[in-house]
C-alpha cells in the first residue's frame, strides 16, 4: 500500500528557509503524462506528489522538490498535466491561492503555503476522508466539508446511541409509500430463510438497500472490494442492507452456486475485513460495529439452486471509515500520514491554532518612542514576555487621548490588553517623580469608567497600572531605568476581576474602540484591527450621542 511506506525525504541542506521535501522522480507535462503507459507508475507519482502537499498544508507550509524523470521538458511549453492539476484541485479550494509552480532546469518546485481555515472552517487539508455516506442509490465518499458536517452532526446529535427506535408515524391514508417501507421490506426479506428461484422483489434500492447480482467467478474478492465502502456508508447513514445474489435489472431472486465451505469462507472474511476498519470514537463507550450476516437458500422447483448473501449493517455510534483518512503532516523530519485519532480531533477541533504574539499600534508612534528611547523595546519586551496573545495600545498621553490633563513629565503611556490578565496602563516618566502615581491611577479610573459608559462593556475589569521613569537622564536608556510603582502588588482584586479570556479580551478591545471613536482620538491602526469584528449592536453605541 503506497500509504503505509514513503519514498518522500525531508531536505535538510537547502538554501531555503523552508521545510523542503524531495518526492523524486516525476513526469510532468499533459503530453508527457498521458502518454504514460505505466498506469499503476502514474498513480504513484502522483500519490508522491500529492501527498506532501497535503503534508507541507498541514505543516506550516514549505516547498515540494520533483526531479523532472522526462527530457526536454518545459514548463512554460508543456504545462503540468491534468491528472497532478485535478488532484491539486481537489486538495485545495483555489490552487493558486496555495500553490506556486517553478521550474529549474532539471528540478520541479511547488511552493506550498501553510493552510488556512479561515473560509472553509476546516484546520487541516485532506486528500480523500475515506469516510462514506449513502445517497439514495449511491455510495460517495464524503469530501472535506462533508466530513466535518458530518462529524459535527454525530457528535451533537449522539445518534449513534439512540437505543430505542423511533415509533412509525400513525398512517391516515393507505397509497402513501416511503423510504423507511422500502426499509421494512428489505427487513422482512432478510428474516426469511428460503427464497424461490427467479421470485419477484417487492422492494428496490434506496438509501438502506443495495442489490449486488454477483456471479460464483471471483465472488470473494467482489465482495472484498465493495465491503469498506458499503460497510462505511451504512453505518455511517442509519444503517442498511447488502444482498448478493439478487438481480436489480430484473428485480428478482437469482442467487449465486455455492457449496457449504465457500459459505464458511465467505463469512470469515467479511468478518475479518470488517473488524479491521478504522473508527472514531467521540465518547467514551466505544461500540464495535454491529452487523449480521446470513445466506439465504435459493430453491428452484425443490431443489436447493444456490445462495444470496444477506448483510444488515447498524447504524454505527460515531464514524466508520473505508480505510484511514488519506491525510498527512511532517513529524521528526518524516512525512507521515496522520492517524484517524489525529484527523478526527484536528478536524473537531474549534479553536483555531492561537496567533501566540503581541500586537503593537500604533506603529508609527511606536517606531518614534523606540528610536528615542532605548531602553524602552527591551523593557516593554520584558515586560510582555509571558504574554502569549494580546494588544499594546501605545499614546502619547493616554491621559490627553480620555480628555484628561496632560502631564509634560510623561513620555508615553501604553496600554495592555492580553489574555490571561487584567489590562496594564503603563507610565513612562522622563524624571523620578513619586506624585505622578496619582496622575496614572486617575488615568486608569477614567478609562475603567468610559470602556463601562461609553464602550458598553459589561464584564467585570480592573486596569492595573505600572510605573518606570528614567533615573537621570530624561530618556530611557536601558539600566537606567526604575520600576516606580505597580499597583498589582498593592491593589488585590477578586479572581473574577483579573480572569480575562480570548472573548474578554475582545470584548474590551471593541468597548476602547467605540470610547475612542467617540471621543474623537483613534488612530487608524487600532481602528481597522477591531471595526470588523464590531457586531450591530455595538455599531449602534458609536452613533448614539
Ligand atoms: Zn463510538
Redesign the pocket.
Known amino acids: 500500500m503506497a500509504s503505509r511506506k514513503m519514498t518522500i525525504r525531508v531536505v535538510l541542506d537547502t538554501n531555503y528557509a523552508e521545510l523542503v521535501l524531495d518526492v523524486g522522480k516525476v513526469t510532468f507535462g499533459e503530453k508527457n503524462r498521458k502518454k504514460m503507459k505505466d498506469c499503476q507508475l502514474r498513480k504513484k507519482q502522483n500519490e508522491n506528489v500529492s501527498q506532501p502537499v497535503v503534508a507541507l498544508l498541514n505543516s506550516g507550509g514549505g516547498v515540494c522538490r520533483a526531479e523532472i524523470e522526462n527530457e526536454n521538458y518545459s514548463y512554460e511549453k508543456d504545462g503540468i498535466g491534468l491528472d497532478l492539476e485535478n488532484s491539486f484541485a481537489n486538495i485545495v479550494s483555489f490552487v493558486s491561492k496555495y500553490l506556486d509552480f517553478m521550474q529549474q532546469g532539471k528540478c520541479f518546485l511547488i511552493f506550498v503555503k501553510s493552510w488556512s481555515s479561515e473560509t472553509s472552517g476546516l484546520r487541516i487539508a485532506t486528500l480523500s476522508s475515506n469516510l462514506y455516506k449513502r445517497d439514495i442509490t449511491s455510495v460517495k465518499v464524503m469530501n472535506a466539508t462533508a466530513a466535518l458536517e458530518f462529524l459535527k452532526d454525530r457528535l451533537e446529535t449522539g445518534e ?1 446511541f439512540s437505543l430505542i427506535p423511533k415509533s412509525p408515524p400513525k398512517r391516515y391514508r393507505f397509497d402513501v409509500q416511503e423510504e423507511s417501507s422500502m426499509k421494512a421490506l428489505a427487513a422482512d426479506f432478510f428474516n426469511r430463510m428460503q427464497l424461490r428461484y427467479r421470485e419477484k422483489l417487492t422492494f428496490t434500492e434506496s438509501t438502506h438497500v443495495e442489490i449486488k447480482d454477483y456471479s460464483t467467478d471471483k465472488l470473494l474478492q467482489r465482495i472484498k472490494d465493495i465491503l469498506p465502502q458499503y460497510v462505511s456508508a451504512f453505518a455511517n447513514t442509519h444503517g442498511g442492507y447488502l444482498f448478493i445474489g439478487l438481480s436489480e435489472k430484473n428485480q428478482e431472486v437469482t442467487g449465486f452456486k455455492a457449496e457449504k465451505s465457500d459459505l464458511d469462507k465467505i463469512e470469515k472474511e467479511i468478518e475479518q475485513c470488517i473488524s479491521k476498519f478504522p ?1 472514531y ?3 467514551i ?3 464495535k460495529i454491529n452487523y449480521s450476516c446470513k445466506f439465504l437458500e435459493v430453491y428452484d422447483e425443490e431443489s436447493l439452486c444456490g445462495y444470496v448473501c444477506a448483510l444488515k449493517i447498524e447504524l ?3 464514524a466508520v471509515f473505508a480505510k484511514k483518512p488519506n491525510s498527512w503532516h511532517v513529524k521528526d523530519n518524516q512525512v507521515m500520514q496522520l492517524t484517524v485519532e489525529e484527523w478526527g480531533q484536528l478536524m473537531l477541533d474549534p479553536e483555531p491554532m492561537p496567533s501566540e504574539k503581541v500586537t503593537y499600534v500604533p506603529e508609527i508612534l511606536y517606531e518614534k518612542l523606540f528610536s528615542q528611547h532605548k531602553g524602552l523595546a527591551q523593557l516593554i519586551h520584558n515586560e510582555i514576555g509571558s504574554v502569549r496573545q494580546g494588544t499594546l495600545i501605545f499614546s502619547k498621553s493616554w491621559s490627553l487621548d480620555l480628555g484628561l490633563q496632560e502631564n509634560q513629565k510623561v513620555i508615553c503611556d501604553t496600554l495592555l490588553i492580553a489574555q490571561d490578565r487584567p489590562p496594564v496602563l503603563y507610565t513612562f516618566l522622563r524624571e523620578l517623580n513619586k506624585e505622578l502615581k496619582g496622575y496614572s491611577i486617575q488615568t486608569a479610573l477614567t478609562l475603567k469608567k468610559k470602556l463601562v459608559k461609553i464602550g458598553g462593556y459589561s464584564g467585570k475589569v480592573c486596569v492595573m497600572t505600572k510605573i518606570y521613569s528614567s533615573e537621570e537622564s530624561s530618556t530611557l536608556i536601558e539600566g537606567n531605568i526604575r520600576l516606580l510603582h505597580d499597583s498589582s502588588l498593592s491593589a488585590i482584586y477578586p479572581k473574577s476581576y483579573t480572569l480575562i479570556t480570548t472573548q474578554t479580551m475582545s470584548d474590551l478591545k471593541k468597548a476602547l474602540f467605540i470610547v475612542l471613536k467617540r471621543l474623537g482620538t483613534l488612530n487608524d491602526q487600532f481602528d481597522s484591527e477591531i471595526s470588523q469584528h464590531l457586531s450591530d449592536n455595538q455599531y449602534g453605541l458609536l452613533s448614539e450621542e
Open positions: 449513534g473508527v470514537h467521540f465518547y463507550e466505544k461500540k454505527f455510534c460515531c
